[in-house]
């Protein structure tokens, strides 16, 4: 039981004492404000529901109007607002299946969450108004096997978590670009790495997924056992089950070359240009990102980079130093300003992307571009390079392509072992856009039309498809998974027929 921590046992008792008298509510919360067009009698019914669930479970059920309640529905991006019907926060395994199995009963959806970094769509409108929201944040256990190179990761893993856990036996885990991003969120929706370009997709790297389905059942699912739900759940989000433990393969990968070149924002054209081009040459052991940043004069930043702007590239090359500084040749040709780059455990490319350490309020969004020709890096210079009155903190184009080309993972899927990919195999594009900026009070609308500006901008070179990561905003599920998504939707059907499941791209979209 959660008394101590939780308002769900008081409202239990107040329901109790009130049921079935005409008495009025505690005044705990008003769970009508939020479920809406249900009478008292339901009301107090799903209340009851609530606090048994509470005192089933390891962990506990926040309700609105309880002390905690604002704590328990925030998301790591601070912008955006959930509403769910109430928070359960999983202490352990059972209490995912406990909470599907009360979610079904009383016709509201599951909401599966870790950190909530791309929470924008998710509580788009009136998204989680029928919906407990289930926070695995808890549940942050790493197992290892160096002999083997997999691990194993529960549900509210962090890749910092991953890292701290693999790093000291040489290994590498395909991870993000922050230490604080959800492993299990950003491994569904493909998992862009450091280490793309030569293996590929994070999701391409998952041996078996442990997950509750719908039917509140708990699944271990792989290439031999509910293959299609294997397949579905490796790139297409969350939308299939509440995934409570992913396994997948390590590289002996202990260090690499990494750093970032920074240049005035006044050069962005002439920088970017000259980036685009190099990376065409570059081999698929090079991994780098042409960024413009613009850094807010905050206390927290060293002096050199509070309230300066840059235009900046970022690498990780897997190759020797000596070999390494032969490829960035023709970059620090141009004369950097700074210059980071040297040899690194991988560890250090948690903080290479120089993410923010903690929450933080965004506004972003991006795209996928089927190329790069000089005419597309002149018109990302013109959205939000020095001439420009951008407001975005970061504007990024990053190169995908080599490991990451769909008929590139199949091929080194059978080349290493690993199972045949699942519905997002690669990305089908050479490079991708992202851009995100600060809502602070009086810059809300040059924020929008600079993120806007930014994407028509580069609609030109769209790809046909987005990457379900950089998808901040709600879009037709059609233009996530294409040609796979009656495939995608059809598995949906059959493990989740009622929609108990939500996710922040759900493919009935």
Known sequence: MNTPVSGAAAARDAARAAHPSSRPLAPVTDLAEVRHHHDEADTLSLREALALLDDRIAGRVHIPGEPGWDDARTAWNLAVDQQPVAVVVAGRVEDIEETVRAAKRLGLAVAPQATGHNAGPLAAGTGLADALLLRTSELRGVEVDPRQRITRVEAGAQWGDVVAAVAPHGLAALAGSSHDVGVVGYTLGGGLSWLGRSHGLAANQVLAVELVTADGVRRRVDAEHDADLFWAVRGGGGDFGVVTALEFRLYPIAELVAGTLFFPLERAEEVLQAWAAWTVTLPDTVTSIGRVLR????????????????VVVEAAIQESPERADELLAPLR??????????????????????????????????????????????????????????????????HAGGGLRPEAARVSAIGRGTPEPGVVAGLDAEYLVFGVGIPMPGIGDALVTSLGRLLSRVEPWRAELDYLNFAEHTRPAARLFGDRLERLRDVKRRHDPTGVIRSNHPVAR
Do not use: K, N, W
């Open 295 to 310: 850094f807010p004069p905050m206390p927290e930043l060293p002096p050199f980079l509070a309230g300066r702007s840059f």
């Open 333 to 398: 040709a141009l004369g950097p300003e700074m210059d980071s780059v040297h040899p690194q455990p991988t560890a250090e490319l948690l903080q290479l992307h120089m993410d923010p350490p903690a929450p933080t309020p965004g506004y972003g969004d991006g795209m996928m571009l089927a190329e790069l020709p000089p005419a597309a890096v002149r018109a990302f210079v013109d959205a939000v390079g020095p001439d420009s009155d951008c407001t975005l903190l970061s504007a990024e184009i990053r």
